[in-house]
C-alpha cells in the first residue's frame, strides 16, 4: 500500500521517521501458533478500538517457567499509524514480564516512536491509535491470568468511550500546549463520542470532566509563566543566569513533568541531589529509587535519556551523574 493511501499526503511530514519505517516495515508483524508455543503458554487476545474501528491481536508467547514474554507479534485491521503502535507495542513487550509488560501504557508507546524526545511521533488526530495497544495488553494479561481487565486499571479512565485516562489528556495538553476543549478532543478523542465527560449535563455524571481538567492545568500554565517572567526580569532568563534554588526548581519541573511518569510505570523514580557548577559544566546529581536502583540500564539508556532531556530543555552545559 502506497503511503499516501495508508495517509494524506499533506500529513505525511508531521509522522517521525520511526513511525513511517514502522508503516512500511513492521518488524513484530505475525502470528504465533499452538505448534511454535511447544511447552510455553500461548495468549492471544483480540482488542477493537471504538474511537476509529481500528483492532489489534496480539501473540504473547509466554515462559511459564518465569512468566517472561519470549516472542511478541500482532496482527492489525487498521490505519499506518495503528500498525507503527502496535508494532512497537509488540516490541516493547519482548522480554518483560506479564506484570511489567501490563506497565506498558500508550504513552510509553508514543513516546518510544519519536525521534526526537519532545516532538510527537504522529499529528494530533492520530495520537489515540497508540491507546488500542495499551488496552490489547492489558487484555492479554488478563487471559493469561484468568482475571477481567479492570483489574489493571492504574490510572483513572476520563474517558469511557474512547478509553483514554487522565495521565494521558494531561500529557498531552501540557506536551502540545493545548487551550480549549476541542483541541483535546481532536488530539485525544475522549470527549468525542457520548461526550458525557467534556462537562457536566451529560447522560452520565463524572467526578471529573475535561473541563476540569483543562481549567487546573491552564492555571498550572499561568502560574509557570508568571514565574517565567519574574525570572527574566531578574536576569537573561538562562539557566547560567540562575540562582541555586531556580535552577534545582528548574531541574525538578522537567524530572516530573518528562523524566518521572516513565520511571515509576516501571516501579521506579529519581531523586535530585544537588546541581554543582564545575568548570562551566553544571554537574546535576541524582539518585535512583525503587526498581531503577538495580536497572541494568540505570547508568546507560536510562542516564542519557535523563541528560539529553535537561539539556534540551534547559539549553546549557550539563552532566548527569549518579550519586
Same mark, same amino acid.
Given at each position: 500500500?502506497?503511503?499516501?493511501?495508508?495517509?494524506?499526503?499533506?500529513?505525511?511530514?508531521?509522522?517521525?521517521?520511526?513511525?513511517?519505517?514502522?508503516?512500511?516495515?513492521?518488524?513484530?508483524?505475525?502470528?504465533?501458533?499452538?505448534?511454535?508455543?511447544?511447552?510455553?503458554?500461548?495468549?492471544?487476545?483480540?482488542?477493537?478500538?471504538?474511537?476509529?474501528?481500528?483492532?489489534?491481536?496480539?501473540?504473547?508467547?509466554?515462559?511459564?517457567?518465569?512468566?517472561?514474554?519470549?516472542?511478541?507479534?500482532?496482527?492489525?485491521?487498521?490505519?499506518?499509524?495503528?500498525?507503527?503502535?502496535?508494532?512497537?507495542?509488540?516490541?516493547?513487550?519482548?522480554?518483560?514480564?506479564?506484570?511489567?509488560?501490563?506497565?506498558?501504557?500508550?504513552?510509553?508507546?508514543?513516546?518510544?516512536?519519536?525521534?526526537?524526545?519532545?516532538?510527537?511521533?504522529?499529528?494530533?488526530?492520530?495520537?489515540?491509535?497508540?491507546?488500542?495497544?495499551?488496552?490489547?495488553?492489558?487484555?492479554?494479561?488478563?487471559?493469561?491470568?484468568?482475571?477481567?481487565?479492570?483489574?489493571?486499571?492504574? $490510572?483513572? %479512565? !476520563?474517558? &469511557?468511550?474512547? #478509553?483514554? =485516562?487522565?495521565?494521558?489528556?494531561?500529557?498531552?495538553?501540557? +506536551?502540545?500546549?493545548?487551550?480549549?476543549?476541542?483541541?483535546?478532543?481532536?488530539?485525544?478523542?475522549?470527549?468525542?463520542?457520548?461526550?458525557?465527560?467534556?462537562?457536566?449535563?451529560?447522560?452520565?455524571?463524572?467526578?471529573?470532566?475535561?473541563?476540569?481538567?483543562?481549567?487546573?492545568?491552564?492555571?498550572?500554565?499561568?502560574?509557570?509563566?508568571?514565574?517565567?517572567?519574574?525570572?527574566?526580569?531578574?536576569?537573561?532568563?538562562?539557566?547560567?543566569?540562575?540562582?541555586?534554588?531556580?535552577?534545582?526548581?528548574?531541574? $525538578?519541573? %522537567? !524530572?516530573? &513533568?518528562?523524566? #518521572?511518569? =516513565?520511571?515509576?510505570?516501571?516501579?521506579?523514580?529519581?531523586? +535530585?541531589?544537588?546541581?554543582?557548577?564545575?568548570?562551566?559544566?553544571?554537574?546535576?546529581?541524582?539518585?535512583?529509587?525503587?526498581?531503577?536502583?538495580?536497572?541494568?540500564?540505570?547508568?546507560?539508556?536510562?542516564?542519557?535519556?535523563?541528560?539529553?532531556?535537561?539539556?534540551?530543555?534547559?539549553?546549557?552545559?550539563?552532566?548527569?551523574?549518579?550519586?
Amino acid at each position: 500500500m502506497a503511503r499516501n493511501d495508508l495517509i494524506g499526503g499533506a500529513l505525511w511530514e508531521e509522522y517521525s521517521q520511526e513511525v513511517q519505517r514502522r508503516m512500511d516495515n513492521p518488524a513484530n508483524m505475525g502470528e504465533i501458533t499452538q505448534e511454535e508455543a511447544g511447552e510455553n503458554r500461548l495468549v492471544i487476545a483480540d482488542f477493537g478500538a471504538e474511537s476509529c474501528g481500528d483492532a489489534v491481536r496480539l501473540y504473547w508467547l509466554i515462559d511459564p517457567k518465569d512468566e517472561r514474554i519470549i516472542r511478541s507479534r500482532f496482527k492489525s485491521f487498521g490505519c499506518g499509524t495503528a500498525i507503527a503502535s502496535s508494532d512497537m507495542m509488540a516490541e516493547l513487550c519482548m522480554g518483560k514480564t506479564v506484570d511489567e509488560a501490563v506497565r506498558i501504557t500508550n504513552i510509553d508507546v508514543e513516546k518510544a516512536l519519536r525521534d526526537t524526545p519532545d516532538i510527537p511521533a504522529v499529528p494530533g488526530q492520530k495520537m489515540h491509535c497508540s491507546v488500542m495497544a495499551y488496552d490489547v495488553i492489558k487484555k492479554a494479561a488478563s487471559i493469561y491470568k484468568n482475571v477481567d481487565m479492570e483489574s489493571f486499571e492504574e $490510572e483513572f %479512565i !476520563l474517558c &469511557e468511550c474512547a #478509553r483514554v =485516562t487522565q495521565e494521558t489528556i494531561q500529557e498531552v495538553i501540557r +506536551l502540545n500546549r493545548l487551550s480549549t476543549l476541542e483541541e483535546i478532543i481532536h488530539y485525544t478523542k475522549a470527549g468525542a463520542f457520548c461526550k458525557s465527560c467534556v462537562r457536566p449535563g451529560g447522560h452520565e455524571a463524572k467526578d471529573l470532566y475535561l473541563a476540569d481538567l483543562l481549567a487546573t492545568l491552564l492555571e498550572e500554565r499561568e502560574a509557570q509563566e508568571r514565574s517565567r517572567k519574574i525570572i527574566e526580569a531578574k536576569g537573561d532568563g538562562s539557566f547560567e543566569s540562575m540562582g541555586l534554588v531556580q535552577k534545582i526548581k528548574s531541574v $525538578e519541573s %522537567i !524530572l516530573e &513533568e518528562y523524566i #518521572r511518569p =516513565t520511571l515509576k510505570a516501571d516501579g521506579g523514580d529519581v531523586e +535530585l541531589v544537588d546541581i554543582k557548577e564545575v568548570d562551566e559544566v553544571f554537574e546535576v546529581l541524582i539518585k535512583y529509587r525503587g526498581e531503577c536502583m538495580s536497572c541494568s540500564m540505570n547508568t546507560t539508556t536510562t542516564l542519557a535519556g535523563i541528560e539529553d532531556m535537561l539539556r534540551f530543555k534547559l539549553k546549557a552545559p550539563l552532566k548527569v551523574i549518579v550519586v
